[in-house]
């Protein structure tokens, strides 16, 4: 990677855009209810007009950012900005009621900062081999390795399984709609002419996460600022964010490695996601810990374990984008929507002719963990305020500026209406405890799903051992087995015997 | 105080005065363009006819926008043309399946193509057969050799049945007595050149636009080029035809306005199209990005559309006969 891809951060306004992604997706990250997705998705119709580097970096910003934005809020009064955020909050929450919120905010970016340069570091050393192997990755072991990101990110997100495994086809039935691709045949349409285009990425982005939370937050109950700041515990914390050596000492530097590399290899598998790093993380660095006994009650290895991992996973979740072309999660499938408007084609040949476009996209990785530690000493004391946004007013304008992108996007108000219907219906089933990621990465892999098991079909003359008989392929089906085996049955049935236990 | 306000009268009344202009003088085009794309923002088409755009509102000397209305294989954007106010501020791109699969298979209720008149062709990419720079398969003789020995195995892609690369080798396969196994990669020509790569098929059927990438990078050759005659880009590269299969292939780049637009309007933007498409810039724009230059006016295109449908409807024919393809 060339020194040349650094030095363009400085010589244009590219780290502008980069800082503006940063703090855009710190925000979004941070309130409750809002997304680094919904930030992005936001952001796509003005891509549009963006040059390709520019539109990039700002994503690459949106998405550190919202990673960690999401754990800072979590700290602060115990309501995570993100799920990535999970583990994040049950420590520092701790801390924060013993008055020490600036330790936790502290470690939580400082090991954000070091997640997300080795993540970067490994990712940029290893791109160029990923890509130049996936030119034996074919067709059907691109099947195998989307079958295995929908099923994982079922497998993780969901507390019912059942009502994963809906979520999951609802999605897939969406993405299905519209005319095939194969033989121009409409499907799923119902004669309606409205719909024979499909429902698109956008529209149910918005719908999902915009207008969904809308009606969510109409059917809560707001925080007063009174409550904040009392869950905040104001009078006893302090601001001095600088991390300790004795503190540094007891993580100690193979920790930080070992949750790097636990985070990286979390991302480069789809469907996993952030908050799965963390917790891997987490629990793996509880089962090293000398102070076993802190996890739970404030631990800051905890912390640094779960915030390193989730920004490791960062640049490793861009990897299968961009050699394969199958995003892993709702963040990367966005990025992967800003390469296709520009006319970027991920896989083997992107890192020979892209090399220009993708170098310093990979160098943001790089350089927004250090934003992360700039922005908390320059702005760490006045965190507090952001849950106190007035969200009543926030919300209207989002819907506002999701419903007003959508339209310059699309210039059909039909999309409008979809939107809005789709926004129901999830905000009916997320009340229900329907888990919406699986349903928008149905939605986000059911194309590129249904085309690689056809053209596989096509390739084999309908033979199925197909899947089989390319090594790739058989052990992503087999690593599939094993995480089914793993979190969908063993699992749960650890969860439900510690809770006996508890409650004995 | 007075003068203040004295000037700021004088001001408005001037700047009023400018913006009444268009009301005297009534030369077309008095306003800006909409440019509707049938395709995706990004794709091969909507960069080709951005580009073209670009130059072609120097000639008109009005902005030209460009909104993507995609879905239903370029149809609902054609779609939305046709209904469109016939006032001349409207102008739509079409490409082949706007004019072959949209209509042949019914994808929309009230697709006409007599509700439109074009104004100009302004690209035409001839379809080429590509195979791996180190494939076994130099030129067409092995390809249709090695089709003979084994019918049906050779693997060709392209990216729908039925679709503007399937139909091509449908002809040649007729023609030559062999058969193809045709697959279909429904993500593009990207996966086309990707499968290509990957030696996962052992040709594609694709544009010569498409092929640019692979062949410029020197990782593909074309093996042949289904044009009425050899290009000036590739001058070693046969035609179909001199090897005596007489099948002509392309896809082309029209603009259209809607039926009821008035001839001085249309003669105005066929003219602007005939000095942008003759116009250095946009020449050597396309030759850097995958040329298939061409230029034919308003009649002709009606004529060539005509033809194509009658061909290629006729085919299409047989093909759902067979059950090759589904309708």
């Given at each position: 990677m060339s020194f040349e891809y650094f030095k363009i951060f400085f010589e244009s306004w590219l780290i502008v855009y980069l800082a503006m992604g940063y703090f855009i997706g710190f925000f979004f990250g941070a309130v409750p209810g809002l997304t680094a997705t919904l930030a992005i998705s936001l952001l796509l119709p003005l891509?549009?007009?963006?040059e390709v580097l520019a539109a990039l970096v700002t994503c690459v910003g949106i998405f550190v950012g919202g990673i960690y934005g999401g754990g800072v809020t979590g700290i602060l009064i115990n309501i995570p900005g993100a799920p990535a955020a999970a583990i994040t909050v049950l420590e520092g929450y701790q801390l924060t009621q013993q008055g020490k919120a600036d330790r936790a905010l502290s470690h939580s970016s400082f090991s954000s900062m070091i997640g997300g340069m080795i993540g970067a570091l490994f990712t940029i050393f290893l791109i160029q081999y990923v890509s130049e192997f996936s030119l034996y990755f074919k067709t059907p072991d691109k099947f195998s390795l989307i079958l295995m990101a929908i099923v994982v990110s079922m497998l993780i997100n969901s507390k019912d399984m059942m009502k994963g495994i809906i979520a999951t086809l609802l999605g897939l039935m969406l993405a299905a709609i519209g005319i095939d691709t194969f033989d121009a045949v409409p499907r799923m349409s119902f004669g309606i002419e409205n719909i024979r285009e499909g429902v698109q990425l956008l529209t149910i982005v918005v719908g999902t996460f915009a207008i969904a939370e809308i009606f969510n937050q109409l059917a809560s109950i707001p925080l007063r600022a009174k409550d904040i700041l009392e869950k905040f515990n104001a009078n006893q914390n302090k601001f001095d964010f600088k991390p300790r050596r004795e503190e540094l000492k007891e993580i100690g530097f193979w920790s930080y490695v070992r949750s790097s590399v636990i985070g990286f290899l979390t991302g480069i598998l789809p469907g996993a996601g952030a908050a799965m790093a963390a917790l891997l993380a987490y629990a793996v660095s509880k089962g090293f810990s000398k102070r076993k006994n802190l996890f739970g009650k404030g631990s800051i290895e905890g912390i640094a374990a779960a915030e390193t991992a989730n920004n490791a996973m960062c640049p490793g979740a861009i990897i299968p984008m961009l050699t394969?072309?199958?995003?892993?999660d709702a963040v990367t499938a966005l990025i992967l929507g800003v390469f296709t408007l520009h006319g970027l084609v991920p896989g083997p040949m992107l890192m020979i002719e892209q090399a220009d476009t993708v170098g310093p996209m990979l160098i943001a990785f790089l350089i927004t963990p250090v934003l992360i530690v700039i922005s908390l000493f320059l702005f760490g004391r006045y965190y507090i305020k952001i849950p106190l946004v007035n969200r009543q007013l926030l919300y209207p304008f989002i819907a506002f500026t999701a419903m007003i992108g959508l339209y310059a996007a699309t210039f059909s108000l039909v999309q409008l209406v979809h939107a809005a219907i789709i926004g129901f219906v999830i905000f009916l089933l997320s009340a229900r405890n329907y888990p919406t990621v699986p349903f928008l990465l149905g939605f986000i892999l059911g194309p590129i799903f249904e085309n690689s098991l056809r053209t596989s079909m096509a390739l084999s003359g309908g033979d199925l051992t197909i899947f089989l008989r390319s090594p790739f392929s058989l052990g992503l089906l087999i690593l599939t087995a094993i995480m089914i085996y793993f979190l969908g049955i063993r699992l749960p049935k650890m969860l439900q015997e510690q809770e006996n236990e508890s409650n004995n | 105080m007075k003068t203040v306000s004295r000037l700021f009268a004088l001001i408005c009344i001037v700047s009023l005065a400018f913006s009444l202009n268009p009301v005297f003088g009534s030369d077309y085009p008095e306003k800006d363009i909409k440019h509707i794309m049938p395709w995706a923002a990004g794709g091969g088409t909507d960069t080709v006819m951005r580009a073209f755009m670009k130059y072609y509102e120097q000639e008109l000397g009005r902005k030209i926008y460009t909104v993507n209305v995609k879905g239903a294989k370029s149809g609902l954007g054609v779609n939305e043309l046709m209904s469109?106010?016939?006032?001349?501020?409207t102008i739509g791109s079409l490409t082949y399946d706007s004019i072959v699969t949209v209509p042949y298979f019914g994808l929309l209720k009230n697709y006409s193509l007599d509700k439109l008149q074009f104004v100009a062709t302004v690209t035409m990419h001839p379809t080429v057969l590509v195979a791996n720079a180190d494939s076994p398969y130099k030129t067409l003789e092995d390809v249709i050799a090695a089709a003979k020995k084994a019918p049906g195995k050779l693997q060709v892609s392209n990216v729908g049945l039925g679709g503007v690369w399937h139909l091509p080798m449908i002809d040649l396969q007729q023609q030559a007595g062999v058969k193809f196994d045709h697959i279909a990669f429904a993500g593009g020509s990207g996966e086309q050149r990707e499968a290509l790569l990957k030696r996962e098929t052992d040709l594609a059927c694709m544009s010569i636009g498409g092929a640019f990438p692979l062949v410029k990078a020197k990782k593909a050759v074309i093996l042949?080029?289904?044009?009425e005659e050899r290009l000036a880009e590739y001058p070693d590269v046969p035609t179909l035809k001199e090897k005596g299969y007489d099948a002509v292939w392309g896809s082309l780049r029209s603009i259209a306005v809607p039926k009821d637009v008035d001839a001085a309007k249309v003669k105005i933007l066929a003219d602007a199209a005939q000095k942008t498409a003759a116009s250095k810039q946009w020449k050597s724009w396309l030759e850097k990005n995958g040329g298939g230059w061409t230029f034919i006016d308003g009649a002709g295109t009606q004529k060539y559309v005509e033809q194509l449908q009658k061909k290629v409807f006729k085919q299409l024919d047989e093909l759902v006969a067979s059950g090759d393809v589904k309708k």
């Open positions: 891509t549009f007009g963006m394969f072309g199958i995003p892993g | 469109s106010a016939a006032d001349g501020y042949a080029i289904m044009s």
